[in-house]
């Protein structure tokens, strides 16, 4: 059984920063796209960051320039660092990510982490 476990989230105060990581385990032939999305009380879940297996990134445009995802295959995670943080990125973070098992490709969702920005 394949997941993907997150870690990291927690409270901060506005301009902090927070690191959000997300480790693949389970059996499994790669890991193709990655990405951390999230879910604000009242909103849809929207993407955050994405990055593909030839490391291509794109962001959301509320949070380029504060926010990185990164990756380290050799441990098959996804990183996403947070710095300079608003309020309004408060919300639960999930990591997403496209794995092939055999001949086919599975869509994988991470449990949540809370991220919390309040003085």
């Known amino acids: 059984q394949v997941q993907l476990v997150e870690s990291g989230g927690g409270l901060v105060q506005p301009g902090g920063s927070l690191r959000l990581s997300c480790a693949a385990s389970g059996s499994f032939d790669s890991i193709n796209n990655m990405a951390w999305y999230r879910q604000a009380p009242g909103k849809q879940r929207e993407l955050v960051a994405g990055?593909?297996?030839?490391?291509?990134?794109n962001y959301a445009v509320s949070v380029k320039g504060r926010f990185t995802i990164s990756r380290d295959n050799a441990k098959n995670t996804v990183y996403l660092q947070m710095n300079s943080l608003k309020p309004q990125d408060t919300a639960v973070y999930y990591c997403?990510?496209?794995?092939?098992?055999?001949?086919?490709?599975?869509?994988?969702w991470g449990q949540g982490t809370q991220v919390t920005v309040s003085s």
């Open positions: 997403y990510a496209e794995i092939t098992i055999g001949p086919r490709t599975y869509a994988y």
């Open positions: 990055t593909s297996s030839g490391d291509s990134t």
